[in-house]
T-cell receptor
Framework: SAVISQKPSRDICQRGTSLTIQCQVD?????MFWYRQQPGQSLTLIATANQGSEATYESGFVIDKFPISRPNLTFSTLTVSNMSPEDSSIYLC????????????FGPGTRLTVT | DAKTTQPNSMESNEEEPVHLPCNHSTISGTDYIHWYRQLPSQGPEYVIH???SNVNNRMASLAIAEDRKSSTLILHRATLRDAAVYYCILRGLSSGTYKYIFGTGTRLKVLA
């Protein structure tokens, strides 16, 4: 298994600003994923972040809005740029367990409120 | 991407078995069926997964229909700590990357 921590755990931000969310894993992993969970909703995959390559974004998500860094095998950041109230969500990172079958471990999430 | 359909909510009495259904009629031959659950204010946690055969682990059992178009998560004796949102997920290979497509989930309420 993998232990994942996220910072901050929650934040309240003003519209038009940006927030960078950090995801730290206690072991080296190849694949990391970022999800968004809007209030009362299920999880939606934002992007897949592999170390050493550009993140791959899902339909509806763009790099200018959600830039991702993956500088090494234990760390990643997601930035929510030029925020609006619609960006108020929980943002979660997860990591792949490796091997087959491919399981994921999730962080506790970052609860973002945009006012 | 293949989708899953689950009931929005279910209730169970404590100590009784719970059967949580999931439909995935467009599943492909290489999609694994995963179940995760999300306790309040936490990230999802792995429960069980399978491909074709029924599976058992310490947390639950997974029954997969012969045509793989549906599956059922079975909690043998529900406890109050099992109250959570249960997600049925298809794990598919897309462009060389495995990724999860979450369904809407079933909110399980366990009654004391």
């Amino acid at each position: 298994s993998a232990v994942i921590s996220q910072k901050p755990s929650r934040d309240i931000c003003q519209r038009g600003t940006s927030l960078t969310i950090q995801c730290q894993v206690d072991s080296q992993v190849t694949m990391m994923f970022w999800y968004r969970q809007q209030p009362g909703q299920s999880l939606t995959l934002i992007a897949t972040a592999n170390q050493g390559s550009e993140a791959t974004y899902e339909s509806g998500f763009v790099i200018d809005k959600f830039p991702i860094s993956r500088p090494n095998l234990t760390f990643s950041t997601l930035t929510v740029s030029n925020m609006s109230p619609e960006d108020s969500s929980i943002y979660l990172c997860s990591v792949g367990a490796g091997g087959a079958p491919y399981e994921q471990y999730f962080g506790p999430g970052t609860r973002l409120t945009v006012t | 991407d293949a989708k899953t359909t689950q009931p929005n909510s279910m209730e169970s009495n404590e100590e009784e078995p719970v059967h949580l259904p999931c439909n995935h009629s467009t599943i492909s031959g290489t999609d694994y069926i995963h179940w995760y659950r999300q306790l309040p204010s936490q990230g999802p946690e792995y429960v069980i997964h399978g491909l074709t055969s029924n599976v058992n682990n310490r947390m639950a059992s997974l029954a997969i229909a012969e045509d793989r178009k549906s599956s059922t998560l079975i909690l043998h004796r529900a406890t109050l700590r099992d109250a959570a949102v249960y997600y049925c997920i298809l794990r598919g290979l897309s462009s060389g990357t495995y990724k999860y497509i979450f369904g809407t989930g079933t909110r399980l309420k366990v009654l004391a």
